[in-house]
């Protein structure tokens, strides 16, 4: 494997662990409060029986370890388009072993994602992308503030009294800013990381900034995802996280971490247009519902 194509090969490692194991967190966290009665404690115990939601779970910092991986060696809007395809791989699971059905549109969705990779993959350059990012700590003190009022913003607007059934929704929308925003602090942890001797990384990692930013934005967004999944349809809430938090990453590379498009018109071309069609596809299949997983 070249090593331009090994961070894309890392992230979509990456996407598959971090999606399979929110599809367990959400469907066996279902069926746990389905059965368990009582209070917080019972059910946070019930959670912690299931075996399957432990997979889940174990399943995050796995991912997100491979992620950081990723984020050494390439752009962050790179690494966060191919991080949206995961869910190419949970709907074909559900088509091959759970008997489901496409529908037109959701082919065209799957097949939007795959030729995105694929222009993805032409547009990289060895030599463009082993430039590190340029890291100004002033743009991303202001980005996180814009993010984090557009936050507070949506949440005022759309989780209103008067609105009660959107409450669910309206969690989805800040989980998706507030993880998008993860992902830059990550950025930046991991070109930290990346000029740290092997033996110092601990060190090093509990002395930067954006080790404990990429902990609280993550836990937040984590948090918030997993109360959006009690009170809305995983499908609708998966969609508007997991779209907001491909976005946020990829226009903030652009804007916070100097990650412009290659020089040669045609790799930008074939760049952008491979954003838009896997992106847009990954929002599309992200409608899918997996509630045929829960038996």
Not at 154 to 165: G, I, K, Q, V
Not at 177 to 184: D, K, M, Q, V
Not at 189 to 214: D, K, M, W
Not at 230 to 253: H, K, Q, Y
């Amino acid at each position: 494997m070249t090593s331009h194509l090994k961070p894309l090969a890392l992230a979509f490692t990456a996407a598959l662990c971090i999606d399979i194991g929110l599809v367990l967190l959400k469907v066996r966290g279902d069926a746990v409060t389905s059965r368990v009665i009582g209070r917080l404690p019972s059910l946070v115990a019930g959670y912690f029986k299931d075996p399957l939601w432990l997979l889940g779970l174990l399943f995050q910092p796995l991912g997100y370890g491979l992620y950081l991986w990723a984020l050494e060696m390439a752009p962050l809007n790179i690494v966060q388009t191919i991080m949206s395809s995961g869910v190419v791989i949970f709907v074909v699971f559900a088509v091959c072993f759970l008997g489901e059905r496409l529908t037109r549109v959701e082919w065209g969705a799957m097949g939007a994602v795959v030729l995105g990779m694929i222009l993805l993959s032409i547009s990289l350059s060895p030599d463009a992308e082993g430039r590190q990012s340029l890291l100004d700590p002033r743009v991303v003190f202001w980005l996180s503030l814009i993010l984090i009022g557009l936050s507070a913003v949506a949440w005022f607007a759309m989780a209103t009294p008067r609105r009660p059934n959107r409450q669910g929704m309206a969690l989805g929308v800040v989980s998706g800013l507030l993880l998008g925003l993860a992902s830059i602090y990550a950025r930046g942890l991991a070109l930290h990381l990346a000029q740290t001797p092997p033996g110092q990384l601990l060190r090093h990692a509990v002395t930067t900034p954006y080790a404990p930013l990429t902990l609280c934005a993550n836990m937040a967004g984590f948090f918030l995802l997993l109360g959006a999944f009690r009170g809305e349809r995983a499908s609708i809430v998966l969609a508007l996280s997991a779209t907001l938090s491909n976005v946020v990453p990829i226009l903030g590379g652009m804007i916070a971490l100097g990650e412009a498009l290659p020089s040669d018109p045609r790799l930008a071309t074939s760049r952008l247009l491979a954003f838009s069609l896997t992106l847009g596809g990954a929002a599309l299949l992200l409608r899918f519902d997996p509630t045929s997983l829960r038996r």
